[in-house]
């Protein structure tokens, strides 16, 4: 677990929850799912003594849970966002939660990228409570930065920190949003190798069974963000339900919620049109190659259909001097043997000329 006292004068980090609230500004609790499975009591107690309340048990079940999608929903006391996260990274180990609890693809490691796994938040007035994964790289990630900014820059750390619970969140859950960015490049670099190997008609496709993984993965992806974007539509249809503020500076900071909290939103939208951009393209370059496949099978076709023709004449000729007759024109001349040959090569480089005039003969353009 760690603990993260957010005021105007910095961040200071403790491994235990303090008992109250400090004069100005925040308090951010960050545990793992298994930490909060086994004290969740006592983290309830620590809500009662901070915010004088404490979590519903539907959402302390929801925060439990390893497999609930991306969704928001609220009290009249704290909201609750369920957020689902890449579960890998870039060069990190599969998590053991994820070996658990999410299914192993098989393909490229590109494909483990995206298995998720939820991290959940519920945000009161002073305080955020998470709830992540084992070895959540986005917590890490996040707490490394919120601590080199005030260790930095003291007299620019206040423009930089968070200046509430839900600032914060969003941060968190815009910096997961940004994993999902650069996945997608990696799955572009990945789909367009695929593509020109569809589209060589020197090469013979055989990763049918990966392409189809996939395929079903960028659907798996759009569904994750399409929850996800709802999720953030709901939080943000929830701010503007809040009263209004009562001075300029409270004014000026639900703004700036809303603004990250549209940016964010924004930025999920652009994964799913790259996504289903993605699907689209994987659907047209699997057209085109069985496209160019039967093309490919039908000049074959023509050619050995051209070559018959030109051989059934010479087989018509060989027939005709093969018949058991005795007397057969030119079957007794010293020279008739070459006059059938001439025959039959004058028939097949005729025809040949014929089919090639007609563009029988001609190679369709790669």
Known sequence: MRVFSISPGGVSES???PQQLPPTGHVWIACTRQEFETGWSQLQATLQALCGLQLVDLHVSDLLNAQLPSHFDYTSQYDLLVFRRLA???GQAV???TDQGASRRSGPPILRHI???PVGFAVFERVLLSVHPADCAARDAYASRLLQVTSNDVRTAN????ASPADLMLRIVNQMVDGFLELRRELTRQLDHWQTELLNPRTRFNNWATLLNTRLALHQLDEICEDQRSSVQDWIESVKTWSEADTPASQR???LLLVRSRDLLEHIERVVHHVR??????????QIHFNAQSNRTNDIMRTLTVLT??????NLIAGIFGMNFEFIPLIHNDSGFWWAMASMGLTAVALALLFWRKRYLERSGR
């Open 15 to 17: 491994s235990a929850p």
């Open 88 to 90: 890998t990274g870039a």
């Open 95 to 97: 998590s053991r939660e």
């Open 115 to 117: 298995d998720t796994s």
């Open 159 to 162: 423009s930089r920190l968070p």
């Open 253 to 255: 900071e639900r703004d």
């Open 277 to 286: 951009r993605l699907e689209q393209g994987v659907e047209t370059a699997v």
């Open 309 to 314: 023709a030109i051989f059934l004449p010479l």
